[in-house]
């Protein structure tokens, strides 16, 4: 039996009248994010791992991995004392391990690029960014300028916030 | 006197012999017990891992081990190490590490990205203690 683990976060103030909204627009404030790897763990990513949304999409991180648990944690000094790398005015999230099977789902309000990692995976370079918005958005906070709380392997695998609004998404076939 | 002392040393190594044996009995079938847990009752991991199994290992054996893997019928499958690369770059060696059975069928080795317990890349390396083991341990 597989276990199933949804929570649900509003972030940023906003209230997600989400029965209230056409049916087409509710298909599309929902974006996925698998958490995979390879059956030894050679190697283990978030597919895409890069991803442009509108403000008021809700992500929700799948574990697709069948042999390992991942997490998906903003960063954030909240959370494990770590540099901040979401917008100012957004809060901050941590999924928790989720088990094979498992979901975890966080709804993003505020304009900007938010970057997070897998707790145990980060040495591996297993993080996303996710652009909510564009630049021309009131209250856009940019890429964080920091390089010094993360390691220059996990900064060489955010993709540019430029391809991810280029390209929408971003995944492990772009990466070359 | 030569002979009494030879039949002592004898008597001596059988008895090492069938401790050593005896030990092993007891890690042949799960669950292991103390000072052995259940990786999946003190780490967030999947009770059955494809392609390790059901893990046990003692706590201050980390990263190192062993982990001791069974299949889905409890039976000892085979014995894991998992050593984090930059610890034996930087000169740490794993010596005179316990093994779950002393018959060893094959040994496989390769590089893991990490998961929670030991969360540093690392190598596995896996001796399988019967030509079956690593069909039952797939899935």
């Known amino acids: 039996m597989t276990l199933e683990r949804r929570r649900v976060l509003k972030l940023g103030g906003g209230i997600i009248a989400t029965f209230s909204l056409p049916l087409s627009v509710r298909a599309a404030s929902l974006e996925i994010i698998e958490m995979g790897g390879t059956a030894r763990g050679e190697r283990i990513w978030f597919a895409p791992h890069g991803l442009a949304v509108s403000a008021g999409t809700t992500i929700r991180f799948v574990n697709r991995d069948p042999g390992n648990s991942h997490t998906a944690t903003a960063y954030h000094p909240d959370l494990f004392d770590r540099t901040r790398r979401i917008p100012k005015a957004a809060g901050p999230w941590d999924s928790g391990f989720l088990l094979p099977g498992e979901s975890f789902e966080v709804t993003l309000e505020i304009p900007g690029v938010y970057d997070y990692y897998c707790i145990p995976h980060e040495m591996a370079a297993m993080v996303g960014r996710i652009v909510v918005g564009n630049p021309s958005d009131p209250r856009w906070e940019g890429s964080s300028p920091d390089t010094g709380d993360v390691s220059a392997k996990v900064l060489a695998a955010l993709p540019r916030v430029e391809d991810i609004l280029a390209k929408g998404r971003i995944g492990r076939e772009d990466d070359t | ?139």
């Not at chain 2, 042949?28 to 199994?53: I, K, N, R, T, W």
């Not at chain 2, 706590?59 to 690369?85: E, I, N, Q, R, W």
């Not at chain 2, 018959?103 to 203690?129: C, F, M, Q, R, T």
């Open chain 2, 1 to 139: 006197m030569i002979k009494s002392i030879l039949l002592s040393v004898t008597l001596v190594a059988a008895s090492a012999s069938l401790a050593i044996a005896h030990d092993n009995e007891a890690l042949l079938h799960a669950p292991a017990g103390e000072p052995y847990v259940q990786v999946s009752d003190v780490l967030p991991l999947p009770a059955f891992l494809p392609g390790l199994g059901t893990l046990f290992v003692a706590p201050d054996t980390l990263p190192a081990g062993p982990f001791l893997a069974y299949d889905h019928d409890g039976k000892l499958s085979a014995t894991v190490y998992m050593t984090p690369l930059d610890d034996l770059q930087n000169g740490t060696s794993y010596d005179d590490l316990i093994i779950g059975s002393h018959e060893v069928s094959s040994v496989d080795i390769y590089y893991n990205a990490g998961h929670p317990g030991v969360d540093k890349p690392h190598a596995h390396v896996v001796l399988y203690h019967d030509a079956e083991a690593k069909k039952r341990l797939a899935k």
